[in-house]
């Protein structure tokens, strides 16, 4: 099981209700983190700042950036899912951290460097965003593959309030997510839009009127089931189309697809979609004609069929583990 050090906060208490609060130990404990295994095959991983709205701070992405180290690790885990709290997925940076900083101390040291490594994180990411998603919580929102929001939910980069702009990737993310005008909107007047615009703009994959978190478990539940190398690199193909032009993506696309052929996926994959594929042919043949050859058929005949054409519980677990 995840341990985790503020375990009776209302965080803890939320995801004990939804039955996500079973884990397995790290190597250590998290102060900001509540990290849980609601799916043998899925981390969910819960900002925990709550007095602080999940405001963002270097001690917080040192402990997330841990956790994606681990995960990245294990096998067993093909998907991971990132939440905050129902009042605010993340509010933004923490101000305390920043205010005193000077231009040498943030670029001597890179500062912000190290608050992108979920970017670059191989395994699928969806963001389960409820509340406040402000500045960098909206950028954290956008480093991730999908985005799912609750009603409640609220996007934006006030940052020009503050005499700065967006640091972590919210000028260029967002640019490309709802285009440039939009986001000229956003980033010169710091207003918030709310998660229906933010669906209809293009930013979240959709609105769930139910519970946020639920639906993104079970999304991820869904990717985690398939083969492991497809699903990465369906994750890379897509993430290319941000950098490559369409003639450089549409060849880095199909050179993937070939080279999808050399694994062990591809073959049980395509295996199973034949023999299922015969099994309804026979049964749609068995259907077609009431006399002949198929009068000889008995009932058991046609089980024996069904049960060859059927994939055993064996060969559906051994897609899953890639």
């Known amino acids: 099981m ?40 899925v981390t969910l991983l819960t900002l925990n700042r709550p007095k602080a709205l999940n405001a963002l701070s270097t001690p917080l992405f ?11 690790k294990d096998e067993e885990i093909g998907a991971l899912v990132l939440t905050g709290s129902e009042k605010a997925f ?23 460097g190290d608050w992108t490594r979920i970017a670059s994180f191989r395994k ?8 406040f998603a402000l500045g960098g919580g ?3 929102a956008m480093m991730c593959d999908i985005i799912l929001a ?12 503050l005499g700065v702009i967006p640091g972590a990737g919210g000028t260029q993310r967002l640019t490309h997510a709802i285009g440039k005008s939009r986001a000229m909107e956003l980033v ?23 519970d946020v978190v639920e639906e993104a478990v079970s999304m991820a539940g869904t990717i985690a089931g398939f083969g492991r190398v497809a ?5 890379e193909t897509v993430n290319a189309a941000y950098e490559l032009s369409l003639k450089d993506g549409l060849h880095f696309e199909r050179r993937i697809f070939q080279s999808l052929f050399a694994t062990r996926d591809q073959k049980e994959g395509m295996w199973y979609d034949s023999i299922a594929a015969a099994r309804r042919e026979a049964l749609g043949f068995r259907s077609a004609f009431s006399g002949g050859i198929f009068q000889l058929l008995n009932p058991f005949s046609w089980g024996v069929l069904a049960m060859i054409a059927q994939p055993t519980s064996w060969h559906k677990e051994r897609r899953r583990g890639r």
């Open 2 to 41: 995840f341990s985790t050090r503020v375990f009776f906060s209302n965080e803890a208490v939320r995801l004990s209700r939804r039955g996500f609060a079973s884990a397995r130990p790290l190597s250590k404990e998290y102060q900001n983190l509540l990290v849980s295994r609601p799916k043998p095959n």
């Open 124 to 131: 699928p990411v969806i963001a389960a965003v409820s509340g």
């Open 231 to 235: 699903v990465q690199a369906g994750k």
């Open 188 to 210: 010169l007047t710091g207003r918030m839009i709310t998660a229906q615009e933010a669906e209809k703009w293009g930013l979240v994959s959709r609105v769930v009127e139910g």
């Open 150 to 161: 609750s009603p409640s939910a609220r996007f934006g980069q006030p940052e020009i309030k």
């Open 138 to 140: 909206c950028e954290l």
């Open 90 to 112: 993340a509010a933004g940076a923490d101000i305390k951290e920043m205010k005193d900083k000077e231009f040498t101390d943030v670029y001597k040291n890179n500062f912000l």
């Open 62 to 72: 040192e402990e997330i950036n841990d956790v994606l180290d681990q995960v990245e």
